[in-house]
């Protein structure tokens, strides 16, 4: 079964769309939409520069990730710019540098796919890969939910009651960064953030508590790869944007249908 | 669950009250280029209720997060209990509009709640009613008797309260002092409150600190509104019968309107018990014999 390359296509991107909605109520809730575009211009960098030393590429996009967000809060600790000012310099400065780094690398590097996403091109061990690391993120993800959402709703109280909210944000930053390299070969760099934040917020209207609205953003982002796959085969687009696109469509037929006849909840 | 740690080096220049919850000696921050606070000194024993007053910017959060061990002192030492269970209410909760959350979710924040222990907690506040509203619905007394209620389900050690009467009505306010007071006799807990309201302090507060960078003067609530300290600190605002609020507490309104008063009949107003001071509840039993009224409010 996982000879067709569509079935392949399709798991890879129902594993992203699975990891990437609950991590993106979480960017929603706390306005980071900035970041994962940032974490997402960082992972070119980091494919650039694994391709150069060649080194494992999930690794290098992970060391870059994390050197970015280490770079950021260094910067927003001691330095005297705003949040957006240094996201803008760290998003658009890795893209650059990324962007030159593969013009050295030759042509070694597909920049189209990297950009797009090339989710026809998922192997079998890609998907192997993938699945693996959706595991454990997963896995870590459940285990600092509720310190993460106290941190979220308050990290004064989270502070004050023990709840770790810095272990718990600086172990979310890193679930992103390696969400963010799971995700490339789907989406590609440009639209990943697409993929945190449109489930998200097609959620949210139908929910009434947190939990509830990451299951709901799982629902819609899975409904976007199916989407995005068959508009991609049957009108032969590329399928990164097909998937965004998909994406969209969801969010706007979730505003336009009735539901209870009320506002949002809470 | 008083001991205070026995590995640390400090003990010698902490320990020696067993009692204490928590304890700052001549504790002091340093940050960007100036002293936040410097050479506090504050305890609090389980039971004592400690209300730090001060102007803007004069470290009252800082002291708190001293305390609480949320920033390390650059001088001085800071020490708390082991393990010691905090319950934090703060000055506000701006939760994001994409953010679904209930109150019963909320009371789950950071510690597992069975459902008739968040109903009863929500209950003692007078909100049960509310589980299943929205945080984002809720009105700045309803938020902050859920703030409490959620606090008071940890059953903390060490209950700290940062400006839990504002933005709420004096009714309000009074009744959020009430609720304090009997969770204080109920728990035995160690209460500090902040305020920025250098009128109306809690009446059942045992001592007051008031800051402004260190700590100006302390002492009972009518002992530091007659220190030159405080009125040099807060001159011409504290007119000197506002400086400490008492209430008789002899009444309380309950969710529905009606009235409970504190022999425990229910009446649709108040005014049938006027002024009815022969009535204390058990929340007053530890009110001072003296009930010399400065500002009396009801």
């Given at each position: 079964?996982?000879?067709?390359?569509?079935?392949?296509?399709?798991?890879?991107?129902?594993?992203?769309?699975?990891?990437?909605?609950?991590?993106?109520?979480?960017?929603?809730?706390?306005?980071?939409?900035?970041?994962?575009?940032?974490?997402?211009?960082?992972?070119?960098?980091?494919?650039?520069?694994?391709?150069?030393?060649?080194?494992?590429?999930?690794?290098?996009?992970?060391?870059?990730?994390?050197?970015?967000?280490?770079?950021?809060?260094?910067?927003?600790?001691?330095?005297?710019?705003?949040?957006?000012?240094?996201?803008?310099?760290?998003?658009?400065?890795?893209?650059?540098?990324?962007?030159?780094?593969?013009?050295?690398?030759?042509?070694?590097?597909?920049?189209?796919?990297?950009?797009?996403?090339?989710?026809?091109?998922?192997?079998?061990?890609?998907?192997?890969?993938?699945?693996?690391?959706?595991?454990?993120?997963?896995?870590?993800?459940?285990?600092?939910?509720?310190?993460?959402l106290?941190?979220t709703v308050s990290?004064?109280?989270?502070?004050?009651?023990?709840?770790?909210?810095?272990?718990?944000?600086?172990?979310?930053?890193?679930?992103?960064?390696?969400?963010?390299?799971?995700?490339?070969?789907?989406?590609?760099?440009?639209?990943?953030?697409?993929?945190?934040?449109?489930?998200?917020?097609?959620?949210?209207?139908?929910?009434g508590g947190p939990?509830?609205?990451?299951?709901?953003?799982?629902?819609?982002?899975?409904?976007?790869?199916?989407?995005?796959?068959?508009?991609?085969?049957?009108?032969?687009?590329?399928?990164?944007?097909?998937?965004?696109?998909?994406?969209?469509?969801?969010?706007?037929?979730?505003?336009?249908?009735?539901?209870?006849?009320?506002?949002?909840n809470s | 669950?008083?001991?205070?740690?026995?590995?640390?080096?400090?003990?010698?220049?902490?320990?020696?009250?067993?009692?204490?919850?928590?304890?700052?000696?001549?504790?002091?921050?340093?940050?960007?280029?100036?002293?936040?606070?410097?050479?506090?000194?504050?305890?609090?024993?389980?039971?004592?209720?400690?209300?730090?007053?001060?102007?803007?910017?004069?470290?009252?959060?800082?002291?708190?997060?001293?305390?609480?061990?949320?920033?390390?002192?650059?001088?001085?030492?800071?020490?708390?209990?082991?393990?010691?269970?905090?319950?934090?209410?703060?000055?506000r909760l701006a939760i994001d509009s994409?953010l679904p959350l209930k109150v019963a979710r909320f009371m789950?924040l950071?510690?597992?709640?069975?459902?008739?222990?968040?109903?009863?907690?929500?209950?003692?506040?007078?909100v049960?009613?509310l589980t299943e509203a929205p945080m984002r619905a809720l009105s700045g007394?309803e938020m902050q008797r859920v703030l409490?209620a959620r606090?008071?389900?940890?059953?903390?050690?060490?209950?700290?309260?940062?400006?839990?009467?504002?933005?709420?009505?004096?009714?309000?306010?009074?009744?959020?002092?009430?609720?304090?007071?009997?969770?204080?006799?109920?728990?035995?807990?160690?209460?500090?409150?902040?305020?920025?309201?250098?009128?109306?302090?809690?009446?059942?507060?045992?001592?007051?600190?008031?800051?402004?960078?260190?700590?100006?003067?302390?002492?009972?609530?009518?002992?530091?509104?007659?220190?030159?300290?405080?009125?040099?600190?807060?001159?011409?605002?504290?007119?000197?019968?506002?400086?400490?609020?008492?209430?008789?507490?002899?009444?309380?309104?309950?969710?529905?309107?009606?009235?409970?008063?504190?022999?425990?009949?229910?009446?649709?107003?108040?005014?049938?018990?006027?002024?009815?001071?022969?009535?204390?509840?058990?929340?007053?039993?530890?009110?001072?014999?003296?009930?010399?009224?400065?500002?009396?409010?009801?």
């Amino acid at each position: 079964m996982l000879d067709d390359f569509l079935v392949r296509a399709l798991i890879g991107g129902l594993l992203v769309a699975v990891l990437a909605a609950p991590l993106g109520c979480v960017v929603v809730w706390r306005r980071l939409a900035y970041f994962g575009d940032t974490l997402s211009h960082a992972a070119l960098l980091g494919i650039a520069v694994g391709t150069l030393l060649s080194i494992s590429l999930p690794l290098a996009i992970l060391l870059v990730c994390v050197a970015v967000a280490l770079i950021l809060f260094a910067l927003r600790k001691h330095g005297d710019l705003a949040s957006d000012a240094i996201l803008g310099l760290l998003a658009h400065g890795s893209l650059a540098l990324g962007l030159v780094a593969i013009a050295l690398a030759g042509q070694r590097i597909d920049l189209n796919g990297l950009l797009f996403g090339d989710i026809f091109a998922i192997s079998r061990s890609d998907l192997f890969i993938m699945g693996g690391g959706a595991i454990i993120i997963l896995l870590t993800l459940g285990s600092i939910w509720n310190d993460l959402l106290a941190a979220t709703v308050s990290p004064e109280i989270a502070a004050a009651e023990d709840a770790r909210p810095q272990r718990a944000e600086m172990i979310f930053l890193l679930l992103l960064a390696l969400t963010v390299a799971v995700a490339i070969k789907v989406v590609g760099v440009l639209l990943i953030t697409a993929m945190l934040i449109i489930p998200a917020i097609t959620a949210r209207r139908f929910a009434g508590g947190p939990e509830t609205m990451a299951v709901l953003a799982i629902v819609a982002g899975g409904g976007a790869i199916c989407l995005g796959l068959y508009g991609s085969f049957v009108f032969d687009t590329p399928a990164g944007p097909s998937i965004v696109v998909g994406a969209c469509a969801l969010f706007l037929l979730a505003r336009i249908i009735p539901y209870g006849g009320r506002r949002p909840n809470s | 669950m008083l001991d205070l740690p026995q590995h640390s080096p400090r003990r010698s220049a902490v320990g020696r009250e067993p009692r204490a919850l928590a304890r700052m000696r001549r504790a002091g921050l340093y940050a960007n280029g100036r002293w936040l606070v410097r050479g506090i000194d504050l305890a609090i024993a389980p039971g004592e209720i400690v209300t730090l007053v001060g102007p803007n910017g004069s470290g009252k959060s800082t002291t708190v997060k001293l305390l609480l061990g949320l920033e390390r002192p650059s001088e001085g030492q800071v020490a708390r209990a082991r393990d010691l269970r905090v319950g934090y209410v703060p000055q506000r909760l701006a939760i994001d509009s994409n953010l679904p959350l209930k109150v019963a979710r909320f009371m789950r924040l950071t510690r597992a709640l069975s459902h008739s222990d968040m109903v009863a907690a929500l209950d003692e506040t007078g909100v049960a009613h509310l589980t299943e509203a929205p945080m984002r619905a809720l009105s700045g007394g309803e938020m902050q008797r859920v703030l409490i209620a959620r606090a008071l389900s940890l059953k903390p050690q060490l209950l700290v309260l940062d400006e839990p009467a504002q933005g709420v009505d004096m009714a309000g306010a009074i009744a959020i002092y009430d609720l304090i007071a009997a969770a204080r006799q109920r728990l035995g807990c160690g209460v500090l409150l902040i305020s920025h309201d250098l009128h109306l302090v809690m009446a059942q507060t045992d001592r007051v600190l008031c800051l402004n960078g260190h700590v100006c003067c302390e002492g009972t609530p009518e002992a530091v509104s007659e220190m030159p300290a405080y009125r040099t600190l807060f001159g011409g605002e504290a007119p000197s019968g506002l400086a400490v609020y008492r209430h008789q507490h002899d009444h309380r309104h309950l969710p529905d309107g009606r009235v409970l008063h504190s022999d425990g009949t229910v009446t649709q107003t108040c005014d049938t018990h006027e002024c009815s001071h022969h009535h204390h509840d058990h929340d007053c039993a530890h009110h001072h014999a003296d009930d010399q009224q400065a500002g009396k409010v009801r």
